[in-house]
């Protein structure tokens, strides 16, 4: 790695979450964000060097070109995918586009920016406007509904990243250096800038999540604040208190803390008349557990703003305009919306789930698996008018459950094994009761198994009903009820529980008759229905 003298710099530590600080009605918070967003284009922004920041770890300065490393002569030139993507969130966000936007040099020298300035979009940004609508409803803010304004998206240049190390010296002394990675350097970053318009954290927190939701199901950006997709500068100002700019917040938990804790420390200059009050616009730095002083904060005139000399404006048609819009998917409110209505009558909580991007980006997306629960859907209502709600179920704890634990992809098991048609029949067999449900989880989990184990190639067409057969899962029909309650009262006896047994007969303990339920079903090894064993049991235990 390259080297560079050390500037002094606070390092984050990873906050823990608190909550939130009630406000004084006197003292009005007022907050607005800076979000940098890293573009997951192929290539860098002025580069062909592959777009890959996070290859830091194991090999630095991997993906780098003479232009990323500011070598004399080398030229930038314009990544157009970047501006693809900018227009995306643009539309999306209802911000009006320039169709002439300019690039900009921004001056100021430190380690991890070996041009002297770096290329960004100041006085012709990409667009101008547009708003973010959060609500009560789907974000759980108190307002009915709350629009966050945005002033401007501008598209930039990422810098190198900073690696600071302790290094011993001579008289037993420690030094500070810095190791420049600039992997990092020239990636495409998209800075959004909002109005100060939050005025408590559930806003800010609510902002975050539904913009990381988006630039996801935008696919522009993995939208992951921990590892560095998005970073955020948050502007915090009490009553007419200078405003002062956070910086160094690696999660949501610390931009929540870093907003209170500075709330409070203004508000406590606010209530101190021995304080001077016309202190000027600062930038400060969270280590944790509170804010501390980085520098007072620059004006545009000291970042000495020029027009880019060799790089021309960025010149769009409006019918590109009109062509990327239609690319467009609904929102997540609009999906949300539609799946807690007919025919699907979803809860709030699964509708999300659906909908809402998670941490198991790897193994499917959201597009992926709202598609995949639709199709099962509508082929499982098809055939049948049983309750569809064990579709959403089955998908949601035991589909998606084995998938975690077995680390298959969605999109390969369904377009390799299990296409939403055939889960569907499976579901279809528990209804008309030829397998049980339990002995159907455990099929499932065995075929995955099975998948896993031949590498997640292609399979022949699954046959349940050979299947069933093959393995005696298929449920027990004609029940000998005097042979089913004699096997229950062994289950009694054997488990020789009598406390257990009166907390169930008195009520104190009801949930537990669900344990003799599951000795049942080991007993019987699946083809007794749960609900026949527990009718049984409260015969046999005198509970109506």
Known sequence: MLRAKRH?????????????????????????????????????????????????????????????????????????????????????????????????????????????????????PFSKGGYLTLSKEFDSIKEIEKKIN??????????????????????????????????????????????????????????????????????????????????????????????????????????????DYEYKRQVNILKDDSIDKNGSVETRAWDGTKTTILRSKESATDYRYMADPELPPITLDR?????????????????????????????????????????????????????????????????????????????????????????????LLSENLLPANKLATLLQLTHTKVISNANAKQLLFHILDEFKASKCGKSDEIDFLKLIKKYDLQTTKDINYTSLEEGCREILVELNKPKMIEDIKSGKKKNSIKYLVGLGMRKYQGKIEAHELERTFKKILEIK
């Open 150 to 259: 945005i002033i401007q998206l501008q598209i930039e240049q990422d810098t190198a990243r900073s690696l600071h190390t302790h290094q011993s010296a001579e008289n037993n002394k420690s030094e500070e250096d810095t190791l420049l990675d600039f992997n990092r350097s020239n990636v495409p970053l998209i800075e959004l800038v909002t109005e100060p318009d939050f005025h408590d954290t559930l806003q800010v927190k609510a902002f975050i999540k539904k913009y990381q939701n988006l630039v996801r199901q935008l696919k522009i950006s993995t939208g992951d604040l921990e590892a560095g997709s998005i970073r955020i500068d948050v502007n915090v100002s009490v009553n007419e208190h200078p405003r002062v700019e956070l910086k160094n917040l690696p999660n949501t938990s610390s931009i929540i803390n870093a907003i």
């Open 319 to 411: 019918d590109v305009l009109i062509e990327v819009e239609k690319t467009l998917s609904k929102s997540a409110d609009e999906y949300i919306q539609d799946l807690m209505s007919e025919p699907y009558n979803l809860s709030m909580k699964d509708a999300k789930i659906l909908t809402i991007q998670n941490e198991f980006n790897d193994l499917y997306n959201n597009e992926e698996l709202r598609k995949y629960y639709i199709d099962t859907f509508e082929s499982y209502t098809k055939d049948t008018t049983a309750s569809p709600k064990i579709v959403v179920s089955w998908i949601l704890h035991e589909l998606l459950g084995n998938l975690k634990k077995l680390e298959i992809p969605l999109k």
């Open 8 to 124: 002094l710099a606070l390092v984050p530590l990873k906050g823990k979450w608190y909550s939130t600080v009630v406000q004084s009605p006197e003292y009005k918070l007022t907050c607005g964000l800076e979000i940098h967003t890293q573009l997951n284009t192929i290539n860098k922004l002025f580069s062909a060097s592959t777009n890959n920041p996070f290859q830091s770890i194991s090999h630095p300065n991997l993906n780098t070109s003479y232009f990323d490393i500011a070598l004399p002569g080398t030229q930038p030139i314009l990544n157009h995918e970047a501006v693809l993507f900018a227009l995306k969130l643009a539309l999306s966000l209802k911000s009006d586009v320039n169709l002439n936007s300019q690039f900009d040099r921004k001056h100021y020298f430190y380690g991890d920016q070996p041009q002297g300035y770096q290329i960004t979009q100041h006085y012709h």
